[in-house]
């Protein structure tokens, strides 16, 4: 209708223009939008409300937004009082990505009609961009009390929970989802995601199932349904996740994921392989340098495997509680290399997290040995006799032989 009116003022105006051609009065019979827009452009001045409207729209439309907001700018005077330029305006500044000052529309228009669910709309998408979680739920809540059925607002809604780490709340809305759209796959990924993060994997298996019926052609979900398995240690089951995404991957936790599947099923030189591609795609992730030094560990190669479980330890952050482990396996490392005071630092770190853990005592004690401090070798031997593994014990028990060889000797 609009690009009617458009028209038909235009023509009536290009026949009293004694300028124009009988070639350009063809152009607008016919609906030529080049050429309404160029005659637009020629007598700006001149052109009324639902003219404007039609020539910032089209330019709209056909994605230049930046000269539909310069005509809507330089004829505010005229359209000011129409709340549906207004919105095209509003929905420009969005386009534009200048949400600052589309809020300032918007809360204007929200002042007269608080309830209206185009306001309420752009409101949330202008919220959403500024990244204003507090003010997204508000207009969210409107829209659902504008539109109780839409399952979109309660998946919408369900999202910013699990952002906000609601996720007891973000489940309600999930399932409220799928309550009015049986077939909103993502609502049964997300629902996925927080049971595994729960650690309820048969619920998350459940859920992610579901989503893989409804899509079976999704990434996202075969990669989610894998990710449960390797939560919960299932690596047969991983490997079979994983098959359709590994082709030519370049997605680091699914090759990282597929290293760990083949070294808990033994076979080590497979994993390694996935390790260095793993590594290859981003050295820059504690864990990937973690496995990796593993997998070097295993072949014995102690200098890389050094390397590597620096970088690891360099890389974590101080919440992630996790550098007692990886200090744990570097003085493994250390000790390996030869480096049994450096070893002892972090066996002796280790065991003062972990008193009632044998092993790092052990290790302390072979240290000292190995330095040549005899009695304080003995002392930490003489703790650990009898509680550990019988690997261990044998080597204990040689040590203790040659160390009443070595502390009689010091004596003399």
Not at 308 to 323: G, R, T, V
């Amino acid at each position: 209708m609009l690009k009617k009116l458009f028209l038909l003022s235009f023509v009536l105006i290009v026949n009293l223009s004694i300028a124009q051609t009988d070639s350009v009065k063809i152009y607008f019979m016919q609906g030529n939008d080049a050429a309404m827009q160029a005659y637009a452009e020629q007598h700006f001045d001149k052109l009324n409300v639902a003219q404007i409207a039609w020539y910032a729209k089209s330019y709209y439309e056909s994605m230049n937004y930046s000269k539909a907001l310069s005509i809507l700018q330089n004829s505010e005077s005229k359209w000011n009082q129409e709340p549906s330029i207004h919105l095209l305006k509003l929905k420009i500044l969005i386009k534009l990505e200048r949400c600052s000052t589309a809020q300032q529309i918007v809360n204007t228009l929200l002042e007269k009609d608080s309830l209206n669910f185009d306001y309420c709309l752009y409101a949330y998408q202008i919220a959403k961009g500024l990244d204003d979680d507090h003010q997204q739920m508000i207009y969210l809540d409107r829209l659902v009390l504008n539109d109780s059925t839409n399952a979109g607002w309660y998946y919408q809604k369900g999202k910013l929970l699990v952002k906000l780490k609601s996720n007891n709340e973000a489940i309600i809305n999930f399932r409220t989802t799928l309550q009015y759209d049986t077939l909103y796959a993502k609502a049964y990924y997300w629902l996925a995601k927080i049971y595994d993060a729960y650690r309820n994997w048969d619920t998350s298996l459940f859920y992610i199932d579901k989503a893989i019926a409804l899509d079976s052609a999704s990434d996202l979900f075969h990669l989610q349904r894998a990710k449960t398995n390797y939560d919960r240690g299932h690596y047969f089951r991983l490997l079979k996740d994983l098959e359709p995404l590994l082709a030519d991957s370049t997605d680091k936790d699914i090759v990282f994921m597929t290293g760990v599947a083949y070294l808990q099923t033994k076979r080590e030189n497979i994993a390694h392989n996935f390790f260095v591609k793993a590594h290859a795609l981003d050295s820059n992730d504690y864990k990937t340098n973690q496995y990796l030094a593993l997998s070097y560990e295993m072949k014995n190669d102690y200098l890389l495997a050094k390397y590597y479980l620096e970088k690891a330890l360099s890389l974590i952050q101080p919440d992630m509680n996790i550098d007692n482990l990886l200090k744990y396996e570097l003085a493994k490392v250390y000790y390996e290399n030869e480096e049994y005071k450096r070893a002892l630092e972090y066996f002796t770190y280790y065991s003062n997290q972990h008193p009632n853990y044998t092993i790092p005592q052990f290790y302390m004690a072979e240290c000292y040995y190995q330095m040549g401090d005899y009695k304080l070798a003995q002392n930490y031997f003489s703790k650990v006799n009898g509680s550990l593994p019988s690997d261990l014990q044998t080597v204990l028990d040689d040590r203790i032989l040659k160390l009443k060889e070595h502390l009689f000797f010091e004596e003399k």
